[in-house]
C-alpha cells in the first residue's frame, strides 16, 4: 500500500504559476507509473501528464509546453509546474501512483486560475 498526500494548488491569476506535489509514504521502488489527472466539475477525470519510472512522460495536449511533470526518487515525491496557466485549467487536481496493479490515489487539490 502508499499514501499520498497532496500539496500546492489555490488560487493564482491568468498567466501565472504554480506548483503541486505528492508525496509517497513509500520509496518508489516497484512503483512503475504516476502523475496527474484533473477533473473539472460534473465531468470525468482526466490525465494531465503522467511519468513513467524510466523517467519517460506524457502530456494532454492542452497542457503540452506549459506543465512539466518530475519525481524526486530520494523524496519520493513527484511534481507538476503548472506554468502560462489559464481559467481553463481550474479544477481539482489528482495525483496517483500504479503499484502492483492498483492505482492509488492523492486527495486532491483545488487550482483556481482567475481572468
Known amino acids: 500500500q502508499v499514501q499520498l498526500v497532496q500539496s500546492g494548488g489555490g488560487l493564482v491569476q491568468a498567466g501565472g504559476s504554480l506548483r503541486l506535489s505528492c508525496a509517497a509514504s513509500r520509496s518508489f521502488f516497484s512503483i512503475n507509473n504516476m502523475g496527474w489527472y484533473c477533473q473539472f466539475p460534473g465531468k470525468q477525470r482526466e490525465l494531465v501528464a503522467a511519468i513513467t519510472s524510466s523517467s519517460s512522460t506524457n502530456y494532454a495536449d492542452s497542457v503540452k509546453g506549459r506543465f512539466t511533470i518530475s519525481r524526486d526518487n530520494a523524496k519520493n515525491t513527484v511534481y507538476l509546474q503548472m506554468n502560462s496557466l489559464k481559467p481553463e485549467d481550474t479544477a481539482v487536481y489528482y495525483c496517483?501512483?500504479?503499484?502492483?496493479?492498483?492505482?492509488?490515489w492523492g486527495q486532491g487539490t483545488q487550482v483556481t486560475v482567475s481572468s
Open positions: 496517483y501512483v500504479d503499484l502492483l496493479s492498483r492505482r492509488y
